[in-house]
Nanobody, 125 residues
Framework: QVQLVESGGGLVQAGGSLRLSCAASGRTDSFYAMGWFRQAPGKEREFVAAIVWSHGLTYYTDSVKGRFTISRDNAKNTLYLQMNSLKPEDTGVYYC??????????????????WGQGTQVTVSS
């Protein structure tokens, strides 16, 4: 099993920045990739970004390209999401998750195995 704990959410004005962290523990050698998802009130959970844990290849949803950066520190087993130029539509609960399917990265939350508890990000206009 893998345990994930997110931190770094908060309230920020539009145009501001936040950095989310996700600390992984347990079987950290068992997953191929990690991703960030978000869920706004009344909406489905959506893909934000993912990174292949071993070599760092990254994937982003179009709406965050150029503004968000996903990264990881293998030694610390920690995933990050640097969010710049935040917009009100970025508001939601942000979750990190592991993708255990070796060799592919999915953008569907159904394909992710372990999830953190989520951290709230609120962007005011």
């Amino acid at each position: 099993q893998v345990q994930l704990v997110e931190s770094g959410g908060g309230l920020v004005q539009a145009g501001g920045s936040l950095r989310l962290s996700c600390a992984a523990s347990g079987r950290t050698d068992s997953f191929y990739a990690m991703g960030w998802f978000r869920q706004a009130p009344g909406k489905e959970r959506e893909f934000v970004a993912a990174i292949v844990w071993s070599h760092g290849l990254t994937y982003y949803t179009d709406s965050v390209k150029g503004r968000f950066t996903i990264s990881r520190d293998n030694a610390k087993n920690t995933l990050y999401l640097q969010m710049n130029s935040l917009k009100p539509e970025d508001t939601g609960v942000y979750y990190c998750a592991t993708d255990n399917a070796w060799g592919q990265v999915s953008m569907s939350p159904r394909d992710y195995d372990y999830w953190g508890q989520g951290t709230q990000v609120t962007v005011s206009s």
